[in-house]
């Protein structure tokens, strides 16, 4: 089976410049990831420290997205 939110975590992680992004979990908690030297993702979960360890299951994620730049 593909985990393809996963992936597409995997994806925004290394992006060259890095760019900040959300996880929205179906709880509808959000998470912002702003460092991705602290973010691990895992077989099924992502854990990230923001600022305490915090463990996201793919089936619990909602949505994975950068949130649009205002330009000034």
Excluded: C, N, W
């Excluded at 179906?26 to 602290?38: A, M, Y």
Aim: net charge positive.
């Amino acid at each position: 089976m593909r985990h393809a939110k996963l992936e597409l975590v995997r994806q925004f992680l290394h992006r060259k410049p890095f760019s900040p992004f959300r996880i929205v979990m179906r709880s509808g908690q959000r998470h912002e990831i702003v460092d991705p030297q602290k973010v691990a993702i895992g077989k099924t979960v992502v854990f990230a420290f923001l600022p305490k360890m915090t463990e996201m299951a793919e089936s619990e994620i909602e949505l994975v997205y950068e949130p649009r730049r205002v330009r000034g």
